[in-house]
Protein backbone atom coordinates (compact mmCIF):
# COMPACT_ATOMS: atom_id res chain seq x y z
CA UNK A 1 0.00 0.00 0.00
CA UNK A 2 1.67 3.34 -0.85
CA UNK A 3 2.39 5.76 1.81
CA UNK A 4 0.68 8.85 1.06
CA UNK A 5 0.86 12.57 2.02
CA UNK A 6 -2.12 14.72 2.97
CA UNK A 7 -1.65 18.52 2.14
CA UNK A 8 -4.08 21.26 4.24
CA UNK A 9 -4.13 23.08 0.84
CA UNK A 10 -6.16 20.15 -0.74
CA UNK A 11 -8.99 20.31 2.16
CA UNK A 12 -12.51 21.00 1.02
CA UNK A 13 -15.30 21.52 3.36
CA UNK A 14 -19.15 21.26 3.70
CA UNK A 15 -21.64 21.73 6.29
CA UNK A 16 -24.92 19.86 5.89
CA UNK A 17 -28.55 20.72 7.65
CA UNK A 18 -31.10 18.15 6.99
CA UNK A 19 -31.05 17.22 2.85
CA UNK A 20 -29.14 20.47 2.35
CA UNK A 21 -25.59 21.29 2.25
CA UNK A 22 -23.14 24.52 1.76
CA UNK A 23 -19.61 24.48 0.01
CA UNK A 24 -17.51 26.96 2.16
CA UNK A 25 -13.69 27.52 1.68
CA UNK A 26 -11.72 27.88 4.44
CA UNK A 27 -8.55 29.17 4.97
CA UNK A 28 -5.36 27.54 6.71
CA UNK A 29 -4.63 26.65 10.13
CA UNK A 30 -8.26 24.66 10.64
CA UNK A 31 -8.30 22.08 13.36
CA UNK A 32 -10.61 19.30 14.50
CA UNK A 33 -10.12 16.91 17.44
CA UNK A 34 -11.24 14.78 19.89
CA UNK A 35 -10.36 13.97 23.55
CA UNK A 36 -11.03 11.30 25.80
CA UNK A 37 -12.31 11.75 29.70
CA UNK A 38 -10.46 9.43 31.57
CA UNK A 39 -10.54 8.27 35.21
CA UNK A 40 -7.44 6.80 37.18
CA UNK A 41 -7.41 4.68 40.17
CA UNK A 42 -4.09 3.93 42.07
CA UNK A 43 -2.76 2.31 45.11
CA UNK A 44 -0.73 3.88 47.93
CA UNK A 45 -0.52 1.33 50.80
CA UNK A 46 2.50 1.23 53.26
CA UNK A 47 5.26 -1.56 53.54
CA UNK A 48 4.35 -4.95 54.27
CA UNK A 49 6.63 -7.59 56.20
CA UNK A 50 8.67 -7.77 53.92
CA UNK A 51 9.00 -4.23 52.91
CA UNK A 52 7.06 -4.52 49.75
CA UNK A 53 5.00 -1.62 48.31
CA UNK A 54 2.26 -1.93 46.05
CA UNK A 55 2.96 0.99 43.59
CA UNK A 56 -0.03 0.34 40.38
CA UNK A 57 -2.63 2.05 38.75
CA UNK A 58 -5.78 1.44 36.58
CA UNK A 59 -6.79 3.16 34.21
CA UNK A 60 -10.64 3.98 32.61
CA UNK A 61 -11.89 5.61 29.76
CA UNK A 62 -14.82 7.62 30.88
CA UNK A 63 -16.47 9.17 28.21
CA UNK A 64 -15.68 11.21 25.01
CA UNK A 65 -15.15 14.80 25.29
CA UNK A 66 -17.08 16.85 23.02
CA UNK A 67 -15.73 17.57 19.37
CA UNK A 68 -13.53 20.61 19.19
CA UNK A 69 -13.21 22.49 15.62
CA UNK A 70 -12.02 25.86 14.76
CA UNK A 71 -11.91 27.24 11.38
CA UNK A 72 -11.31 30.51 9.29
CA UNK A 73 -13.53 32.26 5.99
CA UNK A 74 -13.42 35.51 4.54
CA UNK A 75 -16.54 37.16 4.16
CA UNK A 76 -17.95 37.44 0.89
CA UNK A 77 -20.95 38.64 -0.03
CA UNK A 78 -22.95 38.40 -3.40
CA UNK A 79 -26.01 38.97 -5.25
CA UNK A 80 -27.59 35.86 -6.23
CA UNK A 81 -28.04 35.26 -9.99
CA UNK A 82 -31.34 33.73 -9.70
CA UNK A 83 -33.38 30.61 -10.85
CA UNK A 84 -32.07 28.21 -8.13
CA UNK A 85 -31.41 25.70 -10.71
CA UNK A 86 -27.93 26.10 -12.21
CA UNK A 87 -25.10 28.40 -11.94
CA UNK A 88 -23.11 28.64 -9.00
CA UNK A 89 -24.28 31.61 -7.00
CA UNK A 90 -27.97 30.99 -8.61
CA UNK A 91 -30.58 31.01 -5.28
CA UNK A 92 -33.82 32.18 -5.27
CA UNK A 93 -34.83 35.76 -6.85
CA UNK A 94 -32.16 37.61 -8.86
CA UNK A 95 -29.74 39.81 -7.26
CA UNK A 96 -30.75 38.88 -3.71
CA UNK A 97 -27.77 39.40 -1.17
CA UNK A 98 -26.19 36.50 0.55
CA UNK A 99 -22.77 35.68 1.87
CA UNK A 100 -20.83 32.57 1.00
CA UNK A 101 -20.98 32.06 5.01
CA UNK A 102 -23.82 32.70 5.68
CA UNK A 103 -25.55 29.10 7.31
CA UNK A 104 -22.44 29.57 10.12
CA UNK A 105 -24.22 33.04 11.09
CA UNK A 106 -27.50 31.14 10.76
CA UNK A 107 -26.36 28.24 12.99
CA UNK A 108 -24.86 31.16 15.58
CA UNK A 109 -27.97 33.29 15.64
CA UNK A 110 -30.35 30.67 15.64
CA UNK A 111 -32.54 27.38 14.89
CA UNK A 112 -30.61 27.68 11.49
CA UNK A 113 -33.85 26.67 9.76
CA UNK A 114 -33.94 26.42 6.37
CA UNK A 115 -36.51 27.03 3.17
CA UNK A 116 -36.72 28.22 -0.09
CA UNK A 117 -33.09 29.71 -0.37
CA UNK A 118 -33.21 31.90 2.89
CA UNK A 119 -32.81 31.20 6.62
CA UNK A 120 -36.11 31.71 8.25
CA UNK A 121 -36.87 33.95 11.15
CA UNK A 122 -34.10 35.73 11.98
CA UNK A 123 -32.27 36.64 8.17
CA UNK A 124 -33.86 38.81 6.01
CA UNK A 125 -32.39 38.18 1.96
CA UNK A 126 -33.39 41.41 0.03
CA UNK A 127 -32.23 42.98 -3.10
CA UNK A 128 -30.39 45.58 -0.62
CA UNK A 129 -28.56 43.58 2.02
CA UNK A 130 -29.01 40.70 4.00
CA UNK A 131 -29.68 41.28 7.63
CA UNK A 132 -28.61 39.14 10.51
CA UNK A 133 -30.43 39.70 13.99
CA UNK A 134 -29.69 37.89 17.05
CA UNK A 135 -33.45 38.67 18.19
CA UNK A 136 -34.03 35.07 18.67
CA UNK A 137 -31.12 33.61 19.93
CA UNK A 138 -32.17 34.08 23.38
CA UNK A 139 -32.52 30.07 23.81
CA UNK A 140 -31.30 26.74 25.68
CA UNK A 141 -30.13 25.39 22.31
CA UNK A 142 -29.12 26.49 18.56
CA UNK A 143 -29.24 25.26 15.03
CA UNK A 144 -26.78 21.97 14.68
CA UNK A 145 -25.17 20.86 11.78
CA UNK A 146 -22.84 18.03 10.41
CA UNK A 147 -19.51 19.03 8.98
CA UNK A 148 -17.26 17.12 6.55
CA UNK A 149 -13.98 17.76 5.79
CA UNK A 150 -12.00 16.23 2.94
CA UNK A 151 -8.65 15.43 3.22
CA UNK A 152 -6.21 14.83 0.13
CA UNK A 153 -8.66 16.91 -2.18
CA UNK A 154 -10.73 15.30 -4.84
CA UNK A 155 -7.93 12.33 -5.73
CA UNK A 156 -8.20 8.74 -4.77
CA UNK A 157 -6.10 9.20 -1.49
CA UNK A 158 -9.28 11.53 -0.42
CA UNK A 159 -9.81 11.12 3.57
CA UNK A 160 -13.12 12.20 4.89
CA UNK A 161 -14.07 13.06 8.29
CA UNK A 162 -17.54 13.89 9.60
CA UNK A 163 -18.26 15.77 12.59
CA UNK A 164 -22.18 15.23 13.79
CA UNK A 165 -24.39 17.81 15.69
CA UNK A 166 -21.83 20.59 15.36
CA UNK A 167 -22.43 24.04 16.90
CA UNK A 168 -21.07 27.71 16.51
CA UNK A 169 -19.87 28.70 20.01
CA UNK A 170 -17.40 32.14 18.68
CA UNK A 171 -17.29 33.85 15.62
CA UNK A 172 -13.98 36.89 15.80
CA UNK A 173 -14.27 39.13 12.90
CA UNK A 174 -10.94 40.45 12.42
CA UNK A 175 -10.16 43.55 10.11
CA UNK A 176 -6.40 44.55 10.53
CA UNK A 177 -5.75 47.88 8.15
CA UNK A 178 -3.42 45.23 5.79
CA UNK A 179 -5.34 42.30 5.30
CA UNK A 180 -9.17 41.02 3.78
CA UNK A 181 -11.94 40.71 6.61
CA UNK A 182 -11.35 37.42 7.87
CA UNK A 183 -14.25 35.86 10.17
CA UNK A 184 -12.58 33.01 13.34
CA UNK A 185 -15.16 30.37 13.69
CA UNK A 186 -15.17 27.70 17.06
CA UNK A 187 -17.00 25.52 18.26
CA UNK A 188 -17.79 21.82 19.58
CA UNK A 189 -19.89 18.54 17.55
CA UNK A 190 -20.67 15.15 18.78
CA UNK A 191 -18.26 12.35 17.47
CA UNK A 192 -15.82 12.58 14.54
CA UNK A 193 -15.90 9.42 12.73
CA UNK A 194 -14.14 8.55 8.73
CA UNK A 195 -16.83 8.22 5.89
CA UNK A 196 -16.63 6.61 2.72
CA UNK A 197 -17.62 9.81 0.65
CA UNK A 198 -17.95 13.51 0.73
CA UNK A 199 -20.98 15.07 -0.14
CA UNK A 200 -22.12 17.36 -2.72
CA UNK A 201 -22.59 20.58 -2.31
CA UNK A 202 -26.59 20.90 -2.81
CA UNK A 203 -27.35 24.75 -2.05
CA UNK A 204 -25.94 26.65 -4.74
CA UNK A 205 -25.78 30.07 -3.06
CA UNK A 206 -22.83 28.47 -1.07
CA UNK A 207 -20.76 27.99 -4.17
CA UNK A 208 -19.66 30.99 -4.96
CA UNK A 209 -16.22 30.89 -3.97
CA UNK A 210 -14.32 30.97 -7.61
CA UNK A 211 -14.83 34.66 -8.16
CA UNK A 212 -13.20 37.20 -6.20
CA UNK A 213 -15.12 39.95 -7.05
CA UNK A 214 -16.62 39.63 -3.26
CA UNK A 215 -13.63 39.89 -1.22
CA UNK A 216 -13.53 42.52 1.32
CA UNK A 217 -10.58 45.21 1.87
CA UNK A 218 -10.00 45.92 5.07
CA UNK A 219 -8.43 49.45 4.56
CA UNK A 220 -11.23 50.81 3.74
CA UNK A 221 -13.19 50.28 6.98
CA UNK A 222 -14.99 53.35 8.68
CA UNK A 223 -16.33 53.89 12.50
CA UNK A 224 -18.83 56.01 13.01
CA UNK A 225 -19.29 56.29 17.11
CA UNK A 226 -22.13 58.77 18.59
CA UNK A 227 -22.54 58.73 22.34
CA UNK A 228 -25.95 57.97 23.96
CA UNK A 229 -24.84 58.40 27.19
CA UNK A 230 -25.83 62.31 27.76
CA UNK A 231 -22.81 62.64 30.81
CA UNK A 232 -19.85 62.12 27.46
CA UNK A 233 -21.79 64.30 24.98
CA UNK A 234 -21.19 67.56 25.86
CA UNK A 235 -17.77 69.37 24.10
CA UNK A 236 -17.18 71.65 26.34
CA UNK A 237 -16.77 68.57 29.55
CA UNK A 238 -20.21 69.79 30.56
CA UNK A 239 -22.58 67.19 31.95
CA UNK A 240 -26.10 67.38 30.54
CA UNK A 241 -25.68 68.12 27.31
CA UNK A 242 -28.79 65.79 25.55
CA UNK A 243 -27.19 66.04 21.70
CA UNK A 244 -25.65 63.37 20.73
CA UNK A 245 -21.88 63.86 20.20
CA UNK A 246 -20.03 62.14 16.67
CA UNK A 247 -16.66 61.07 17.33
CA UNK A 248 -14.24 61.36 14.44
CA UNK A 249 -11.98 57.94 14.36
CA UNK A 250 -9.84 57.09 12.13
CA UNK A 251 -9.38 53.21 12.34
CA UNK A 252 -5.75 50.97 12.42
CA UNK A 253 -7.17 48.11 12.92
CA UNK A 254 -10.28 45.83 14.97
CA UNK A 255 -11.79 43.12 16.38
CA UNK A 256 -15.35 42.03 16.79
CA UNK A 257 -16.25 39.03 19.05
CA UNK A 258 -19.57 36.81 19.70
CA UNK A 259 -19.63 34.18 22.11
CA UNK A 260 -22.28 31.76 22.91
CA UNK A 261 -20.52 30.60 25.47
CA UNK A 262 -21.85 27.01 25.02
CA UNK A 263 -20.81 23.96 27.10
CA UNK A 264 -21.92 20.16 26.33
CA UNK A 265 -23.89 17.98 28.45
CA UNK A 266 -21.84 14.05 28.55
CA UNK A 267 -23.37 11.25 30.48
CA UNK A 268 -21.54 9.45 33.57
CA UNK A 269 -23.19 5.92 33.34
CA UNK A 270 -20.83 3.59 34.25
CA UNK A 271 -19.23 0.70 33.08
CA UNK A 272 -19.69 2.48 29.42
CA UNK A 273 -17.59 4.81 26.98
CA UNK A 274 -20.15 7.99 27.51
CA UNK A 275 -20.37 9.56 24.10
CA UNK A 276 -21.20 13.89 23.95
CA UNK A 277 -25.55 14.05 24.48
CA UNK A 278 -25.61 17.59 23.62
CA UNK A 279 -25.30 21.38 23.92
CA UNK A 280 -26.63 23.77 26.31
CA UNK A 281 -26.05 27.89 25.44
CA UNK A 282 -24.72 30.15 28.36
CA UNK A 283 -24.32 34.29 28.58
CA UNK A 284 -23.71 35.63 24.96
CA UNK A 285 -21.50 38.43 24.88
CA UNK A 286 -20.76 40.48 22.69
CA UNK A 287 -17.39 42.24 22.29
CA UNK A 288 -14.10 43.79 20.69
CA UNK A 289 -11.36 46.42 20.49
CA UNK A 290 -10.61 48.76 17.99
CA UNK A 291 -7.41 51.13 17.23
CA UNK A 292 -6.29 54.09 15.98
CA UNK A 293 -3.87 56.72 16.32
CA UNK A 294 -3.78 59.54 19.13
CA UNK A 295 -4.96 63.00 17.99
CA UNK A 296 -5.68 66.28 19.05
CA UNK A 297 -8.60 67.37 16.39
CA UNK A 298 -11.63 68.43 18.01
CA UNK A 299 -14.05 65.11 18.80
CA UNK A 300 -10.78 63.15 17.93
CA UNK A 301 -9.17 60.26 19.95
CA UNK A 302 -7.81 62.01 22.29
CA UNK A 303 -11.26 63.94 23.12
CA UNK A 304 -12.32 60.16 23.72
CA UNK A 305 -9.74 59.15 26.31
CA UNK A 306 -10.49 62.66 27.87
CA UNK A 307 -14.01 62.14 27.90
CA UNK A 308 -14.23 58.68 29.44
CA UNK A 309 -10.94 59.13 32.27
CA UNK A 310 -12.87 61.98 33.37
CA UNK A 311 -15.94 60.92 33.53
CA UNK A 312 -16.55 59.33 37.32
CA UNK A 313 -19.92 59.38 37.78
CA UNK A 314 -21.46 57.50 35.20
CA UNK A 315 -20.88 53.80 35.99
CA UNK A 316 -21.95 52.12 32.31
CA UNK A 317 -21.89 54.78 29.63
CA UNK A 318 -22.94 53.72 26.21
CA UNK A 319 -22.04 54.58 22.73
CA UNK A 320 -23.43 53.84 19.12
CA UNK A 321 -20.96 52.38 17.31
CA UNK A 322 -21.33 51.26 13.56
CA UNK A 323 -18.76 49.26 11.80
CA UNK A 324 -18.45 49.25 8.48
CA UNK A 325 -16.17 46.78 6.98
CA UNK A 326 -14.88 47.78 3.46
CA UNK A 327 -16.15 50.93 3.82
CA UNK A 328 -19.54 52.58 1.77
CA UNK A 329 -19.80 50.52 -0.94
CA UNK A 330 -20.24 46.79 -1.71
CA UNK A 331 -19.06 44.27 -0.92
CA UNK A 332 -19.07 45.37 2.80
CA UNK A 333 -20.05 43.89 6.14
CA UNK A 334 -21.87 46.11 8.70
CA UNK A 335 -21.79 45.64 12.60
CA UNK A 336 -24.26 47.85 14.65
CA UNK A 337 -24.09 47.57 18.22
CA UNK A 338 -26.70 50.37 19.55
CA UNK A 339 -25.26 50.72 23.40
CA UNK A 340 -21.45 50.03 23.75
CA UNK A 341 -19.97 50.18 27.46
CA UNK A 342 -15.82 51.69 26.63
CA UNK A 343 -13.31 50.94 28.50
CA UNK A 344 -10.70 53.72 29.19
CA UNK A 345 -8.38 53.41 26.46
CA UNK A 346 -4.76 52.25 26.40
CA UNK A 347 -1.62 53.83 24.94
CA UNK A 348 0.63 52.14 23.22
CA UNK A 349 4.23 53.92 22.47
CA UNK A 350 4.98 53.23 19.00
CA UNK A 351 7.11 55.93 16.44
CA UNK A 352 3.21 57.07 16.14
CA UNK A 353 1.38 56.78 19.25
CA UNK A 354 -1.82 55.07 19.49
CA UNK A 355 -5.06 54.04 21.51
CA UNK A 356 -6.37 50.99 21.86
CA UNK A 357 -10.04 50.77 23.20
CA UNK A 358 -11.84 47.87 24.45
CA UNK A 359 -15.56 47.60 23.86
CA UNK A 360 -18.68 45.32 25.27
CA UNK A 361 -21.99 45.70 23.63
CA UNK A 362 -25.24 45.00 25.57
CA UNK A 363 -28.73 44.94 24.98
CA UNK A 364 -31.25 47.38 25.51
CA UNK A 365 -32.21 45.28 28.75
CA UNK A 366 -30.73 42.38 30.56
CA UNK A 367 -33.77 40.19 29.32
CA UNK A 368 -33.03 41.39 25.01
CA UNK A 369 -31.20 40.02 22.61
CA UNK A 370 -30.13 43.22 20.19
CA UNK A 371 -26.75 43.61 21.47
CA UNK A 372 -25.41 43.49 17.68
CA UNK A 373 -26.81 43.16 14.01
CA UNK A 374 -25.04 42.34 10.63
CA UNK A 375 -25.56 43.24 7.94
CA UNK A 376 -24.11 41.95 4.21
CA UNK A 377 -23.57 44.14 1.37
CA UNK A 378 -23.08 41.93 -2.31
CA UNK A 379 -21.70 43.22 -5.35
Known amino acids: MADNMFFSRDTNFVVEIGANRWAIPVLDGFSFSQATNTSEVTLNEMADVNGNSR ?37 GTANTHHAV ?16 FN ?8 TTDVDIAFTSSNKTTLGTANFYFQLGGDGEIATVYKITGCVVNEASVDFDIDGIATINWSGFGGMISEVAAFPAATV ?7 DTSNFIRNRLTSLTMTTVDDHLVSSDGADGDSAAETYAITLTGGNVTISNNI ?10 VNQPLGHV ?5 VSGSFTCYLNNATDGSMDLFERIIEDTDTITNSFNLLFKIGGGSAPRLQMAM ?26 TDIQSADEISLKYVGS
Open 101 to 116: EEVLWAMMAGNAAYSA
Open 338 to 363: PSCHLEVPTHSMEDIISLETNFHALG
Open 281 to 285: TGTRS
Open 55 to 91: RGRKLFTDSYAPAEWSFSTYARPFKSAGGGTSGKDAS
Open 204 to 210: EEGQKHT
Open 263 to 272: SFLIPETLGV
Open 119 to 126: FTGFTKNG
